[in-house]
Structure formats: C-alpha cells, structure tokens
C-alpha cells in the first residue's frame, strides 16, 4: 500500500452524527468497539482531506468527572501517519475545558494516550466488544489545538 500524502488542506472541525454517520459499519464497529448511536450527547469531530472526510471522533460525557473518547475512527489508509493522534487532539482539549478528570477509551494503545498527556490509572473492565481503559488526565496538560484550526 503506497503512503497517502496529507500535506494538503488537512482540517479538523465540529461535525454532527450525520456528517460522519456513514462510518457506522460493521467493519468499523469491529475494529473500533464502539457504536455510534445518536441517543447520547456527544461531541463530534471530523478530519477533511481535501474536502473528504476521513475520519472522526467524538466526546461523550460519562459521569461528572469523566467522558468517554468514542467514535474515533480514521480510514485505513490513512493510519500510521499521526493523522489519528490530531483527529483526537479536539476531544481531549475539549475534555480538559469540560474538567473531567479522567477519560475513558477503547483504544488499547496506551503509548498513544499518554503521548497526549494522560496517565493510564491501570483501570480496565470488559465492555462490549472488548474492554475499556482509564486515563487521568494530566492537571497541568496543554489544552490542544481549537478544533475549527486547521493542522496544515
């Protein structure tokens, strides 16, 4: 598989469920563990490559002191290029400005989530479709990019 250039008009911006509803499939549902379902309120973030949207990711509150990163999917062939880690750059500032204190994820990349300056508490339960990891987030973490900035 040939490398996807990105180095053109990459943006990141607020979305509804409807723009990226369409990444609702059993492929992405197995691969990601999540569902997205528009009963809860979420938060929603979608990547534009050129005007095509690529991938998404979303933050939906949890408790009083702490949100869930769900949704947070990139098309495969635009993984393994850090693409996927400022696709959820918005949630997690979005997160620290709400002042949950941890964050919930999925994602079984632990190195990930603590390169965007959350602490894994060693907390894991099963889940639907797998299990779920606890992030702390860090009190003195730099509030990521604004979401409507473009990262090109």
Known sequence: MESVQTTNHVLIRN???????HFDTPEARKE???????KTKHTW???ELNGD???????????????RLRG???????????LGVDLVRPVIG???????????????HKGIMEAL?????GREYPSWGGYRYVYKCKHDAEIPMESHESIN
């Open 94 to 108: 979005e997160a620290i400005c709400e002042g949950y204190e941890y964050l919930e994820s999925k994602t079984k």
């Open 15 to 21: 979305c509804s469920y409807e723009e990226v509803e």
């Open 32 to 38: 990601t563990a999540h569902v997205y379902e528009g």
């Open 72 to 82: 947070w999917y990139l098309m495969p062939d635009f993984r393994g290029q850090g």
């Open 45 to 47: 973030f979608c990547m």
């Open 117 to 121: 300056d959350f602490v894994f508490t």
């Open 53 to 67: 949207i690529v991938g998404c990711s979303s933050l939906m509150p949890f408790s009083k002191r702490e949100a």
